[in-house]
């Protein structure tokens, strides 16, 4: 079951990762384009800074952050963890790891209730010549809260049973110094 869950949450994670290279690109895209306008043109494009902020960069910054929990790859410094046994180890995980889950479950929740409410007042920004509608944005943000969360609930779950720890091999591609 645990193994189903997790290729359920692969392949979710790498869609979100994959939304979030496509917003990286689009804003790559938008913000050339705009600046080839402004100089070339002297017409610059309505809205890209805010097109940026609202929707190009949270995509950009949070979706890929399921990714990064599936995998363990988030930053860590292992300089006293790795002269810890194998136990210590395993209960600093499970600890740390609820610690995470903890901090997601509010982050999640926080942002849900900040995307319903921005949601209902159809919250736009003022720009030249008229609004831009930035609620949906908003959504961004508990989509990967809550991915990173079942990332996180995943990981604990495996933690805790007999013989089904983390992977201990997780930086095996970080050669040794």
Same mark, same amino acid.
């Given at each position: 079951?645990?193994?189903? +869950?997790?290729? =359920?949450?692969?392949?979710?994670? *790498?869609?979100?990762?994959?939304?979030?290279? &496509? !917003? /990286? %690109?689009?804003?790559?895209?938008?913000?050339? %384009?705009?600046?080839?306008?402004?100089?070339?043109? #002297?017409?610059? $494009?309505?809205?890209?800074?805010?097109?940026? !902020?609202?929707?190009?960069? =949270?995509?950009?910054?949070?979706?890929? +952050? !399921? %990714?990064?929990?599936?995998?363990?790859?988030?930053?860590?410094?292992? +300089?006293?963890?790795?002269?810890? /046994?194998?136990?210590?180890?395993?209960? $600093?995980? !499970?600890?740390?790891? %609820?610690?995470?889950?903890?901090?997601?479950?509010?982050?999640?929740?926080?942002?849900?209730?900040?995307?319903?409410?921005?949601?209902?007042?159809?919250?736009?920004?003022?720009?030249?010549?008229?609004?831009?509608?930035?609620?949906? /944005?908003?959504?961004?943000?508990?989509?990967?809260?809550?991915? &990173?969360?079942?990332?996180?609930?995943? *990981?604990?779950? *495996?933690? $805790?049973?007999? /013989? *089904?720890?983390?992977?201990?091999?997780? #930086?095996?591609? =970080?050669?040794?110094?």
């Amino acid at each position: 079951m645990l193994d189903r +869950i997790d290729r =359920i949450l692969e392949w979710w994670s *790498r869609a979100l990762l994959a939304l979030a290279v &496509l !917003a /990286g %690109f689009a804003m790559m895209i938008h913000v050339t %384009f705009d600046v080839f306008m402004r100089t070339v043109m #002297h017409s610059p $494009l309505r809205q890209t800074n805010q097109t940026v !902020a609202a929707y190009y960069m =949270i995509a950009a910054t949070f979706l890929p +952050i !399921a %990714f990064l929990g599936l995998r363990d790859d988030h930053i860590s410094a292992d +300089i006293f963890t790795e002269y810890m /046994g194998p136990r210590l180890r395993r209960w $600093l995980d !499970a600890f740390t790891t %609820f610690l995470g889950i903890a901090y997601m479950v509010a982050f999640t929740w926080q942002s849900y209730e900040s995307a319903l409410r921005r949601t209902a007042q159809g919250e736009v920004l003022e720009i030249s010549g008229g609004y831009m509608i930035v609620w949906p /944005g908003r959504w961004l943000l508990p989509i990967a809260g809550a991915s &990173l969360l079942l990332c996180l609930t995943l *990981r604990f779950v *495996r933690i $805790l049973l007999p /013989g *089904r720890g983390p992977n201990e091999q997780h #930086h095996a591609r =970080i050669p040794d110094a």
